[in-house]
């Protein structure tokens, strides 16, 4: 019996879900067009860093949809820190959702640079006192 290997290295071959996540996605008041937006970009994630390199107009157009709907979207889900918008394109919160970090050490580094993407689009402001990260309302 002949073994299938995987050809196509491009593509992320592998994710971890943070288990919390599924009672984020549960507990908030998401649409359809936020779902599927989320899981494209999740599925053009960069393996090095998470983040997927689209612009709106291209989700859009991918998923049949219309771009002010994914526009719409986007903004909702990085106001619920589900991503974050970057340089070219948009990083999934590795708090959440992550892919090809077998090493506790690069999760840690990776989490640290979207706390700080969070931190200079003001979305988080430091509890001092506590150094817990707050949502800015």
């Given amino acids: 019996m002949s073994r299938k290997y995987r050809t196509n290295r491009s593509k992320v071959y592998w994710g971890a879900i943070v288990l919390d996540w599924f009672e984020e996605l549960n507990k908030r008041d998401l649409n359809r067009t936020d779902y599927r937006t989320m899981f494209y970009i999740c599925s053009r994630m960069d393996v090095h860093n998470n983040t997927a390199y689209v612009k709106q107009i291209q989700i859009a157009k991918e998923l049949r949809t219309d771009k002010g709907n994914v526009s719409k979207a986007i903004k909702n889900l990085i106001k619920l820190q589900f991503i974050v918008k970057v340089e070219n394109g948009f990083m999934v919160n590795p708090h959440l959702f992550y892919v090809g970090k077998a090493r506790a050490v690069d999760r840690y580094y990776l989490r640290e640079d979207f706390n700080e993407h969070l931190k200079e689009k003001e979305i988080y402001q430091m ?11």
């Fill in 127 to 137: 509890d001092e006192e506590s150094g817990v990260l707050i949502v800015q309302e």
